[in-house]
T-cell receptor, first 113, second 112 residues
C-alpha cells in the first residue's frame, strides 16, 4: 500500500496570503488528522476528519480550517498567514477503527516571509 | 538537516549499547500508546504500539513497557545503531475523544 502523501512538500508564502495544503491518506483509511510542528511547540493537533466530518479540533484560531472529501483526501487551509505559521504541517491517517495506529505523511514545510 | 526541536532532552548512547527512552503520559483513561521515530526532515514513523491491557510488547530490537500505575511508558532499543539517531515521541490515544496527545520528544544521539 502507498503511504500517506502530502503536497506540496515545500511552500514559501508572504504574510497576509493564504495557503492550501493537501493530504492523501492510505487507501482504506477514513480518519485524517492534521498537526503543526514547530521547534518551540512540538507537535500540536489542529483537527481530525472522519468520513467528511470534523470529529476533533485543537486550539488554533479560525484562520486554520480543513475539509475532507468523499474519497478521504483532505485539505487544510490557512488564511491571512502570519510569520508564526511557519512550520512543518503533518497529516496522519488511521484505519476505520477509532484507536488504531496513525500513519504520518512526510509533511509540508511552510515558510512565511 | 532541519531540527525537529531545538530544546529537546537528549540521550547520548554508544553504538551497540541499549537505549531507554522514557515518557510520562497525561490521561489515565488513555488506552492505546504509540512510539514514533522522526528523522530530520521527515514525518514521524511508527515504531511500536501497546494497548492498555498489556504491560510489555516486543518488536524487532525494540520493547515498549507500560506502567499504568504511574502513567509511564518506555521504549527500549537493543544494540543501538547509528541509524537509530532521531527524535522519539510517545503518543497516547484518549478513547473518549479519539485524540492523540504527543509527548515533547527525546533526541537520541548514537555515538560511534
Amino acid at each position: 500500500k502507498a503511504g500517506v502523501t502530502q503536497t506540496p512538500r515545500y511552500l514559501i508564502k508572504t504574510r497576509g496570503q493564504q495557503v492550501t495544503l493537501s493530504c492523501s491518506p492510505i487507501s482504506g483509511h477514513r480518519s485524517v488528522s492534521w498537526y503543526q510542528q514547530t521547534p518551540g511547540q512540538g507537535l500540536q493537533f489542529l483537527f481530525e476528519y472522519f468520513s467528511e466530518t470534523q470529529r476533533n479540533k485543537g486550539n488554533f484560531p479560525g484562520r486554520f480550517s480543513g475539509r475532507q472529501f468523499s474519497n478521504s483526501r483532505s485539505e487544510m487551509n490557512v488564511s491571512t498567514l502570519e510569520l508564526g505559521d511557519s512550520a512543518l504541517y503533518l497529516c496522519a491517517s488511521a484505519p476505520p477503527t477509532s484507536t488504531d495506529t496513525q500513519y504520518f505523511g512526510p509533511g509540508t514545510r511552510l515558510t512565511v516571509l | 538537516g532541519e531540527s525537529v526541536g531545538l530544546h529537546l532532552p537528549t540521550l547520548s548512547v554508544q553504538e551497540g549499547d541499549n537505549s531507554i527512552i522514557n515518557c510520562a503520559y497525561s490521561n489515565s483513561a488513555s488506552d492505546y500508546f504509540i512510539w514514533y521515530k522522526q528523522e530530520s526532515g521527515k514525518g514521524p514513523q511508527f515504531i511500536i504500539d501497546i494497548r492498555s491491557n498489556m504491560d510489555k510488547r516486543q518488536g524487532q530490537r525494540v520493547t515498549v513497557l507500560l506502567n499504568k500505575t504511574v502513567k509511564h511508558l518506555s521504549l527500549q532499543i537493543a544494540a543501538t545503531q547509528p541509524g537509530d539517531s532521531a527524535v522519539y515521541f510517545c503518543a497516547e490515544n484518549d478513547p473518549g475523544t479519539y485524540k492523540y496527545i504527543f509527548g515533547t520528544g527525546t533526541r537520541l544521539k548514537v555515538l560511534a
